[in-house]
Each structure stands twice: as C-alpha cells, then as structure tokens.
C-alpha cells in the first residue's frame, strides 16, 4: 500500500486591500498531481480554513487543469478540502504546499500545518511546495529547534518575478528575501524559467512553469 501525499492550499481569496481574487494556482495543483496520481498514489487537501478554496489561474484550456477539474473524485476532495486538525501526518509520505498568491497570507503563520510538516518531515517524509507555496515552509522548525530550510537549496517565487508582476508592496512580505532570512541557500533562474532544487529532502520550484517538475522530483525522492 503506497501511503498518500498531502496536498497544501491556500484559504485567502484577496490579493492585500487591492481588491484583485486570488486563490491557490490551478495549474500549480494540477501538474504535481497529474504526475503524482498517475504513479499510483493517492492525494488528499488540507487548507487553512478546510472546506472550497478559492482558486486561481483558472485556465481550462490547459489539458491537465481541465483532467484535474473534470476528476469527480479529486475535484471533490479539493472542493471538501481537510482543516488541519482533521490530518494525521503519520498516514503521509509527502507534504506539498502549491502556490497561488493567496499562499502569501495564510501559509507562512500556520502553526497547525507547519507542525503536520514538520511530524512528516522528521518521520523520513517530503517537504515540496512551488511558486508562493514555500510560504509555508518559512516557519517550519525541527525537534532541534533549527528551520527547516536554514542550511538547504531552496528555490521559491523570486523578488524578481513579484517586481514583474507588480506585487512587491502588495504582499505581506517578499517570499525570496524571508527564506533568506531563516538561513536557505536561496537559488533562482531568469523569469518564468523552470527551475526546481531537491536538497535533503527538501524539494522547491520557482513558479508555475517549475510545478511538473516539482511532481517529477517528489516522484523520484519518493522511488530512494
């Protein structure tokens, strides 16, 4: 029995007071999962708040997002989404936290999720997120009290691509910059470039061009 992965999306639909929906990053969702599921293993969803998350990117016209959304099955589990004190991390080999801006607002300061990735992550587990999802992984710390990515190759949406998109005063704090403050060995390619690190266990993309390869590198972390 192969043991499931755990998927991360946001709960926040609103990009700062401008006024602009966001969500969690369809494609950013669809690609690790077209990868993950065709391998054999089984996906559940946790978000901050549980039940529908607001999504964004909503683009059908890419094949994998319209397979993902027209998925009975997953399109249900997305849309009945676990708080986190429903999740047991023991059932869990990974912990992926897709992207979408809204991960920017609710991700980072949840105790609840960064302890069920921390539980999977000292128990011999993953830890992977893409884009705006290592939001998440910035608070994380270990039963030695150390960060998780202090001292780890850690990619995530750089300062660069918020500037491109015109949200660097927008979001909570710059993505790139916090990681570096908690002691990751921050890596980047060009804009929009693919670019995805594994470090111990540890494995991050850029964007949501990088989110397939993401799913790939948890696949293969996961056949050691």
């Known amino acids: ?19 602009e929906d966001t969500g969690y990053y369809l494609g950013e969702v669809s690609h690790p999962w077209e990868v993950l599921h065709n391998a054999g293993y089984e996906i559940d ?11 964004d990117g909503f683009d059908l016209k890419d094949p ?20 986190p004190s429903q999740v047991d991390p023991k059932n869990y080999t990974a912990i992926f936290y897709a992207g979408g801006h809204g991960a920017m607002w609710d991700l980072a300061d949840n105790t609840e999720l960064a302890n069920i990735a921390s539980k999977i992550y000292e ?5 992977a997120g893409v884009c705006h999802g290592p939001a998440g992984l910035v608070n994380i710390k270990l ?13 995530a949406f750089t300062n660069e691509e918020e500037a491109e998109v015109k949200l660097t005063n927008v979001v909570p704090f710059l993505l790139e910059d916090k990681l570096k403050e908690r002691g990751a060995k921050f890596e ?16 991050t993309g850029q964007n ?13 972390e996961l056949s050691k």
């Open 188 to 203: 980047k390619s060009g804009l929009w470039k693919n670019h995805v690190v594994t470090d111990q266990r540890v494995i």
């Open 208 to 220: 949501p061009q990088s989110a397939k390869s993401v799913g790939e590198a948890i696949l293969k």
């Open 143 to 155: 039963n030695n009290g150390t960060y998780l990515v202090d001292g780890k190759k850690i990619n």
């Open 123 to 127: 128990n011999g587990g993953i830890v």
């Open 45 to 55: 969803f946790v978000s901050p708040k549980g039940g529908t998350p607001p999504v």
């Open 1 to 19: 029995m192969k043991k499931k992965i755990l998927f991360v999306v946001t709960s926040h639909d609103k990009k700062g007071n401008t006024g």
């Open 64 to 83: 994998v997002n319209k397979e993902f959304w027209e998925n009975k099955e997953y399109k249900n589990k997305i849309d009945h989404s676990f708080q």
